[in-house]
């Protein structure tokens, strides 16, 4: 300890070595940040010329006001819960197994908090006046406005995933034991927090009583329990990925517990999915006129009928993957039983739930609508994003749970500026 | 940082390589942000910075929005060359407007949704109006079997036609939605919105039952000899791209003690408007002598928009 500077000095340093790291690695990690930036690059281009000549660039209209920026927030606020499902077992069983990787679920939590705000940010029809919603400053709505809880939720979520990330990776850097008190505390926040971001996320939605489709009880046990199979399938992904391209030892423990907490969760999802469509089709009437659009078409438009049925199937032989043996093993099985799950519930959740909400209108117009290129470039552009800030990120972890990157060796790196 | 290290290319020594190689990369990664942001450059110099750090309407002292009406009014009528005048007209006391629709006798003719469209300076190309007008199927009040893009002579045989607007419900679920306060209710019972405040996250939109709620979805287009002058801060000045706009009972009209522009276009004289407290108001006769209904009671919004029949 003698040698260690003071605590600013000693963060600054934590700080320029992660950046050494984030962008340090083989040709593989080169050319997809190099990809990653490139769709970045054309997402961002694409949402700047929709701010300059307006949202008419996108294909959304009156009738539709809500197309796939929605429709991937919501995704994206899922996946960002998923992350709890780590955290839970890491934390309230003391899985030991999973405390050591739980940190890759608090970083896809950061990164998909991300990529949901940028959503909402590329829907808004006047960015520059963003300062509206900041609270004291501007006129924040609270507690009357269900989109004002989202973004404090949103945002607390947010911070709290970097504080404890942060804290962890900086005293592991240190070399000190982390304190408890600085941490755990926050830990058990943010499980009631990660169940409170999906929650009032569907509040957003269930709380119109002028929308029929959207206005059901059931919507946020639902968006619960679709997190809790996106969350760790998309987990189960960057766990395969950092095992094979990096040292850091991964046990096959947590990603058993992981499919088994999926098979629940796939299960209950289904048999409430179910649940609501039965209601809607045994009982009928004008609540039926969303879902009736959704899976069959209506008045000659079939325009969403493709994407709930390609949804259903994905998620039925992503679920039936799921509850195979091979599963449980490192499996290809495994693998493509994840990317099942992961777009068949981007796809219900999204397209498949935020676009019959309008369709038909809540004067019973029937007016179909498809993203626009914009729109799609601008998703991408959000994704090569998020992906991106979660690899650097993924970097860094690794680099200090490996002692690549260490206090100690910080003389090594800057000889010229720290003497001891 | 490690990239701002200093370097001579010739020289490059082993261990600066990479970082000089970095500091290149992450130079060309900030001139491509860049350029691919531009065309938010143009936009933002567009901008203005007054209107940037305008309060919300309801902040304003008298002084500034003197201020700002002053401004608004010089811009239009530098932009249309007409002389504009962009008034604010504040609700008068004791008064609650609504507005009834005898279903008996309208034809469906649309010189309502026509006389909106003109009064409130609506975009041209988009052909917005704040009205729909639909044809109905007698037999039943069935939106799903109405259709509003009816092109054939009115009145069609064995159809009605309901006029749909904004309701002014008394318990507006657009304003509940609202993040910011842009939309509210006022005295008189107009909801209104502030086109300077909003942000255009279209949350009221999708809260509205009656679908009454426009976006600006690129900057209306008016030719400027076909710009009605006579406008209001709250009501039918030009609006910015990228905010929520909506019917507002022609406020600029009615706060002024005449009628709105829809009523005086009705050639069937099947609207009544007035104000509710006023016991000798047409409105009132209306309401107290006629079966009314009021579209989705059951939502508990309340509309003060009231439709019947005469026969």
Known sequence: ???????????????????????????????????????????????????????????????????????????????????????????????????????????????????????????????DRFWHMIPGIGKFNWPISMLTWDIIVLNGYLLINLHVVGYLLYMRFLGRKPNPIWYIPFVYLSIFWAISIHTVTAFLYCGLGGRPFWNTA?????????????????????????????????????????????????AINLLMLFSELFTLFYAGGSHLASAKYLFFGDHGKYGLVPWIWSAVVLNLVGTVLFFTPAAIQRSKTRLVACLCVIVGIWIEKGMGLIIPGFIPSTLHEVVEYSPSLTEWKVTAGIWAFGLLILTAMLRVAVAVFTDEMKLTEATELTPATEMP | MSEKKPFSLPVVGEVDRRTTLKAGAATLGLAAWAAALKPMVEW????????????????????????????????????????????????????????????????????????????NNHDRPSNQSYIRVFEMQKGGIDFEKGNTTYDRPVPGKDKYYMPVQCQQCENPPCVSACPIEATWQESDGIVVVDYNWCIGCRYCEAACPYHA????????????????????YLSNRIRPQGVMEKCTFCLHRTREGRMPACLEACPTGARVFGNILDPDSEIRWVLENKRVFVLKEELGTKPRFYYFFDK
């Open chain 2, 213 to 232: 709620r426009r976006f600006n979805w690129t900057k209306p287009e008016v030719p400027p000899d076909e710009v009605n002058p006579n406008q209001s």
């Open chain 1, 218 to 266: 059931l919507l946020a046990p639902r968006f619960l329990a679709s997190a809790f199979v996106s969350g760790p399938a998309f987990i189960l992904l960057v766990m395969r990925v950092v095992r094979l391209g990096s040292d850091l030892p991964i046990q096959p423990g947590p990603s058993r517990l992981l499919v088994q907490i999926i098979r629940v969760a796939a």
């Open chain 1, 1 to 127: 300890m003698s040698t260690t500077p003071l605590p600013a000095l000693s963060y600054l340093r934590f700080l320029r070595q992660s950046l050494h790291v984030a962008t340090e690695g083989g040709w593989v990690f080169y050319t997809w940040m190099f990809v990653l930036t490139a769709v970045a690059l054309v997402g961002a281009n694409a949402w700047a010329v929709q701010v300059r000549d307006g949202m008419i660039r996108t294909n959304m209209t009156d009738h539709v006001s809500w197309g796939l920026y929605i429709a991937n927030f919501t995704f994206c606020v899922g996946l960002a819960a998923g992350g709890v499902m780590m955290v839970i077992p890491a934390y309230l069983y003391d899985d030991h197994e999973m405390h050591d990787v739980v940190i890759i679920g608090e970083l896809l939590a950061i990164a998909a908090i991300v990529m949901s705000t940028l959503s909402v940010v590329v829907d808004l029809g006047r960015p």
């Open chain 2, 44 to 119: 933002a110099s567009s901008l203005d910075r007054d209107e940037f750090f305008q309060k919300h309407y309801r902040e304003l002292t008298r002084e500034q929005l003197q201020v700002i009406l002053h401004k608004l009014t010089f811009e239009a009528r530098k932009e249309t060359g007409k002389p504009v005048t962009v008034k604010d007209h504040k609700p008068i006391p004791g008064v609650v407007f609504a507005y009834a629709l005898n279903l008996s006798i309208c034809i469906g003719c649309r010189k309502c949704a026509e006389a909106c469209h003109v009064e």
